[in-house]
């Protein structure tokens, strides 16, 4: 019924860029927040940055200055930009969707790997 696609992972050297999108579709599909969540291998999964339709952003420390999230309402669309990527970086990133704020995240996405290299 819902899906949230990711793209946009790959392989880039250690300072580098990449720019992740998470297309969210479904017919009745909305949401207050989105979100980007990471996890490396014999790691714990773990937030990286929301964005909410209605305004507002919020970052992990680690990654605060150098990500950006944005989104496209229109196309149920969200980004993050990722600058000045560290090779801890290194992880698959999985998009979510929560419909109601306040509430878990009801739906993620299949994750993309991003991969960092030294």
């Known amino acids: 019924q819902v899906q949230l696609v990711e793209s946009g992972g790959g392989l880039v050297q250690a300072g580098g860029s990449l720019r992740l999108s998470c297309a969210a579709s479904g017919r009745t599909f909305s949401s207050d927040t989105m979100g980007w969540f990471r996890q490396a291998p014999g790691k714990e999964r773990e937030f990286v940055a929301s964005?909410?339709?209605?305004?507002?952003?919020y970052y992990a420390d680690s990654v605060k200055g150098r990500f950006t999230i944005s989104g496209d309402n229109a196309k149920k669309t969200v980004y993050l930009q990722m600058n000045s990527l560290k090779p801890e970086d290194t992880a698959v990133y999985y998009c979510?969707?929560?419909?109601?704020?306040?509430?878990?995240?009801?739906?993620w996405g299949q994750g993309t790997q991003v991969t960092v290299s030294s």
């Open positions: 979510a969707a929560a419909v109601t704020r306040g509430r878990p995240y009801d739906y």
């Open positions: 964005i909410r339709w209605s305004g507002g952003t």
